[in-house]
């Protein structure tokens, strides 16, 4: 099972993201590295782990007050073989025309959609280099009741993310996985929220989930205690 590590970017800083409350993020203050510069964070975590992937979420970009496609392009140039997923907040086709230029794989948040017919374009323009994220907040899907209800649409890879467990320790929400992975089999389903440590990587592995995006474990120390083994 795959760990991906996230990077959040708020004003051109990583920020703690903590239960979607994006009001109260603040720069992250990290066991790993002093500074909350984005290429100093993700340098870090790389010396920490050979992570194959690295997610970026563009909070400028989702909340539709500018983008960071400089600190992208930063990442892409500095880390040439990191694969990148990124969630910019597309909610329409002309969303990714300026990301076009990067070798990034783009996230469909379904809480940055609000038509149906949206999803099916972006999909279609996308193709495989799409991963469509659903987002819950609690037990409240954010996005189109379409969308999660008909699972035949969704790609390859799909995240499961549950918003107010981000950044809790609370632990994954498995109900909400377990759901998932029964809407549509052989879907890569990837965790997104609460993962504590390398116990909840086991339990997630142990239930056929492909992978997780972890932060606040990776910062703090618990995901990766040393000496640590890769899993």
Same mark, same amino acid.
């Given at each position: 099972?795959?760990?991906?590590?996230?990077?959040?970017?708020?004003?051109?800083?990583?920020?703690?993201?903590?239960?979607?409350?994006?009001?109260?993020?603040?720069?992250?203050?990290?066991?790993?590295?002093?500074?909350?510069?984005?290429?100093?964070?993700?340098?870090?975590?790389?010396?920490?782990?050979?992570?194959?992937?690295?997610?970026?979420?563009d909070l400028d970009a989702i909340q539709r007050r500018g983008h960071h496609i400089e600190i992208v392009s930063q990442i892409r140039r500095h880390h040439p073989a990191l694969g990148i997923w990124l969630d910019a907040g597309l909610s329409s086709i002309s969303d990714i025309h300026a990301w076009q230029t990067l070798a990034v794989?783009?996230?469909? /948040?379904?809480?940055?959609?609000?038509?149906?017919? =949206?999803? $099916? *374009?972006? @999909?279609?323009?996308? +193709?495989?280099?799409?991963?469509?994220?659903?987002?819950?907040?609690?037990?409240?899907?954010?996005?189109?009741?379409?969308?999660?209800?008909?699972?035949?649409?969704?790609?390859?890879?799909?995240?499961?993310?549950?918003?107010?467990?981000?950044?809790?320790?609370?632990?994954?929400?498995?109900?909400?996985?377990?759901?998932?992975?029964?809407?549509?089999?052989?879907?890569?389903?990837?965790?997104? /929220?609460?993962?504590?440590?390398?116990?909840?990587? =086991?339990? $997630? *592995?142990? @239930?056929?989930?492909? +992978?997780?995006?972890?932060?606040?474990?990776?910062?703090?120390?618990?995901?990766?205690?040393?000496?640590?083994?890769?899993?």
């Amino acid at each position: 099972m795959e760990i991906i590590p996230v990077i959040d970017l708020l004003n051109q800083q990583v920020v703690h993201a903590k239960r979607g409350e994006r009001q109260h993020y603040r720069p992250i203050r990290s066991s790993l590295c002093a500074s909350s510069a984005p290429l100093a964070v993700v340098a870090a975590m790389l010396e920490l782990y050979p992570f194959e992937h690295l997610y970026i979420a563009d909070l400028d970009a989702i909340q539709r007050r500018g983008h960071h496609i400089e600190i992208v392009s930063q990442i892409r140039r500095h880390h040439p073989a990191l694969g990148i997923w990124l969630d910019a907040g597309l909610s329409s086709i002309s969303d990714i025309h300026a990301w076009q230029t990067l070798a990034v794989d783009l996230v469909v /948040g379904s809480e940055s959609l609000t038509d149906f017919s =949206d999803y $099916l *374009a972006l @999909k279609e323009a996308l +193709g495989p280099r799409m991963i469509l994220s659903l987002d819950f907040d609690g037990d409240r899907f954010r996005g189109p009741a379409q969308l999660l209800h008909q699972p035949s649409v969704w790609p390859e890879r799909v995240i499961a993310m549950t918003l107010t467990r981000v950044g809790s320790a609370e632990g994954p929400d498995m109900a909400l996985l377990e759901t998932i992975q029964h809407q549509q089999p052989g879907t890569k389903v990837i965790a997104a /929220g609460g993962v504590r440590n390398m116990q909840d990587i =086991d339990t $997630l *592995a142990a @239930k056929g989930i492909h +992978g997780a995006l972890v932060a606040s474990a990776i910062h703090d120390g618990s995901l990766f205690p040393m000496p640590f083994s890769k899993p």
